[in-house]
């Protein structure tokens, strides 16, 4: 069987990066659902969900979010995702130091094929396991800050810097004019 995708891009799409493992279902389901199944294999099945979220300035943003799993292995179709993304959420894993690699093949192939004002988020998952951690908070910043990137660490598992994060993002996106 072969699977073929038709893809519409759109410009409201927004894409969720990273290796496979790092937490990117995990992250989205706790910001979308509020939950952490440590024991799912989790796939969303949708890849595709929906999340709005009240600023202070009682401003709305709703996030659309493409999670691409299993599609890190399909890379010449990624800058169908790419495309139109105002928002892309990098994801790695600070325990693994080859997802922190992968990440930043992520950001110069964003940078490469992505909309030239796109919002990118670097984030170093499953931050509560600091006693396994191979990549340090500084590695995070310092590659953030040289890319122009917002970065924070999170944990799906614990919730901390989730809502954080998409609210970080929504702070940082263009406005429509009122
Ligand atoms: P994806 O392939 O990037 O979508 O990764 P998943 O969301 O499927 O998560 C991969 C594995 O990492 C699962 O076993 C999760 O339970 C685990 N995981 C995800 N986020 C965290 C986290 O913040 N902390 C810990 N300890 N484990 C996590
Ligand atoms: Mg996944």
Not at 9 to 37: A, E
Not at 93 to 117: C, M, N, R
Request: charged share 25%.
């Amino acid at each position: 069987t072969f699977g073929l995708f038709l893809l519409e891009p759109s410009d409201n799409v927004d894409v969720l990066v990273g290796d496979s493992g790092v937490g990117k279902s995990c992250i989205v389901l706790r910001f979308v659902r509020g939950q952490f199944d440590p024991t799912s294999k989790v796939t969303v099945g949708a890849s595709f969900l929906s999340q709005t979220i009240a600023l202070q300035d009682s401003t709305t943003v709703k996030f659309e979010i493409w999670d691409t799993a299993g599609q890190e292995r399909y890379a010449a179709l990624a800058p169908l995702y790419y495309r139109g993304a105002a928002v892309a959420v990098i994801v790695y894993d600070i325990t693994s130091p080859e997802s922190f690699t992968k990440a930043q093949y992520w950001v110069k192939e964003l940078q490469k094929h992505g909309s030239p004002d796109i919002v990118m988020a670097l984030v170093g998952n499953k931050a509560d396991l600091q006693e396994k951690r191979e990549v340090s908070v500084q590695d995070g910043i310092d590659y953030a800050e040289k890319n122009g990137m917002f970065f924070i660490e999170t944990s799906a598992k614990t919730a901390d810097n989730i809502n954080q994060l998409f609210e970080e993002i929504a702070k940082r996106l263009p406005r429509p004019p009122p």
